[in-house]
């Protein structure tokens, strides 16, 4: 999937990668290897390889995990709560303390950490990473977001960092989570970070594993770092032999090879169509499988601001720019028509063979802050069609095979859609997805039958990531995913501060004044209460189902499988990797 989808947030999800990997776990009946005799755990990748492994120049996930594997996190989260824990396996702080005014944060490192060089890991190895994010000097960084939030990061001594934040942020601990790396041996001109040896072999790290080899289109190997200090191990030293990523040709052969039993024995939400056959296999005791609800989601996301003069969200001075409006979905009433002619209930069973959960608006059911008591829209093709007639878009000729046509539509400017036009949009997917290109289908075919001509088009995902920088579309269809720790904030998908063209998330340019507000309100709030912040985003889900700058689908459910031979297999929620120091193959042991 690295390639597939957008990722929302992917700043907060992959600087916490690092800190989510090790934790604590009760051994099954085998008996434990001893260090680095469990055996080799492989697991596939399909698509462009695995690197560069230097997390502040790799741009997918996988390559993201291979690093949180040999590097050190400044933070641990609880694998049960899923909130940021003091200290932690595989974490430097120890605790942080917040200052009155929510600005500064100081975090007390432990002093125990070495990198396998035998150099001590300090406070000096975050501030590099810092430093060079800072610079501007990186290319394709995934980091560049936190300069949004941080102000500063500082060392005033080897176990102390103090990060300084812009304003009051409840985000604040996720953007200030930069990774560690070892500066002893790094460029200090960060322009050469870019192509450092580093990056295709890192020969000094600090994790529960370490590079061994790199066979480009082959297979990526790591091995067990028995330098990982043992009090963050389950049995006092690393278990598995190694860790390697394999490459295959693409996601059907990954589970014919799983399947198999051909060398992988492990899998990240395998392909939905199969799926059947997987649980059928763990029922008669050949897999494990843990089933969970999934954390991102499918959209269709319309252009409210008019396509043919792109504007961004703020001038300068952070004021409003008038955008003009879409001819067709300028009116949140035509939104609100479309949304009750797709039956997206149809669409989960189709499009992933029912392994989705409906949403009702841009939160998904496993987020803390989800609104259970905001019912989903009602699917209602003949309510949709009075609706339509109602703002102006109408069947003019009585025959239904035909799309509507504008008859004194009037946008909320006051400016009039021009008589006749046909009612007719195009939506842009990603070229070779299936999972998109049955949706987009469907959507098509159903609008149809309230007059609505809805025309489905694959790009490939660069030329589809330009048009929508560019802010030249009608509507588009990709995913989001969710961060982790799930964190509600919608900063970068619906605030006009991130409605930039050529970059920005917000490029549906939805800018609506109550829920900017109250997006605010929830992230600065005082102390962060979960609970009072919960009922801010009650609201903001309220509003966001009756704007519908997009259409909210679903979120496909989360599966990880692994063979029989596992032992101490045991993920949680968008979270596998947690215990992954305890892992070991039960042939290994034989």
Known sequence: MKNIFK???????????????????????????????????VEGYFGSDPVPMNPLVCSETTCQQIASFMLPGLLSVDPETANYRESGPGAMA???????????????????????????????????????????????????GVLDTVESIEAPDDYTIVATIKQPDCRALASISLPFLPSHILPEDFAELNEADFNLNPTVTGGVFKFSAYAPSEQLALEADQNFPAS????????PTGYIFKAVPDQTVMLEQF???????????????????????????????????????????????????????????????????????????????IAKAVDIDAIIDAAVFGEGTRMTSYLIQSSWAYNHDLPA??????????????????????????????????LPDGTAVEDGTVMRFTMLGNEGNTRRAAEGQLIQDQLKQIGVEAIYQAVDFATWQEIVNAQTFDAVMLAWSNSYPDDPDATQLFTPISDVVGS??????????????????????????????KEIYDRMQEIMQDELPYLWMYSINGMYVADDSLQNFDPRPANKFWNVDSWFVQEANN
Not at 7 to 17: P, Y
Not at 100 to 123: C, H, K, Q, S
Not at 232 to 239: F, K, N, P, S
Not at 383 to 409: C, F, I, Y
């Open 7 to 41: 990722l929302a947030a992917l700043v907060t999800v992959l600087t916490l990668m690092s800190a989510l990997v090790f934790g604590t776990v009760s051994a099954q009946d085998e008996e434990v290897p001893g260090p680095g005799e469990g055996g080799i755990i």
């Open 504 to 533: 920005g998330n917000n490029f549906t340019s939805f800018n609506n004044e109550e829920f900017t507000q109250l997006n605010e309100e929830a992230r600065t709030l005082p102390g962060c209460d979960q609970t009072a912040r």
């Open 377 to 410: 829209i009602e699917f209602n093709p003949e309510e949709a069609m009075a609706m339509l007639d109602a703002v102006g878009w109408v069947d003019h000729d009585n025959d239904p095979e035909t799309p509507r046509v504008a008859q004194g539509v009037t």
């Open 259 to 337: 399947l198999a039993g051909e060398d992988i024995n492990f899998l990240d939400a395998p392909n939905v169509a199969r799926r059947g056959d997987i649980r059928t296999a763990a029922e008669a005791g050949e897999l494990q499988v843990y089933d969970y609800a999934g954390d991102f989601w499918d959209y269709l996301a319309f252009n409210l601001a008019d396509p043919q003069n792109p504007l961004d969200g703020l001038d300068e001075n952070g004021e409003a720019i008038a955008q003009g409006h879409h001819p067709i979905f300028g009116n949140k009433e035509v939104r609100q028509a």
């Open 232 to 239: 963050d191990t389950v049995a006092g030293h690393v278990v």
């Open 94 to 144: 120890t605790g942080w303390e917040i200052s009155e005014d929510g600005l500064t944060y100081t975090f007390t490192l432990r002093d125990d950490y070495t990198w396998n060089d035998g150099t001590p890991v300090t406070a000096k190895d975050m501030v590099y990473s810092w430093e060079a994010v800072k610079s501007g000097e990186l290319l394709n960084t995934l980091y560049s």
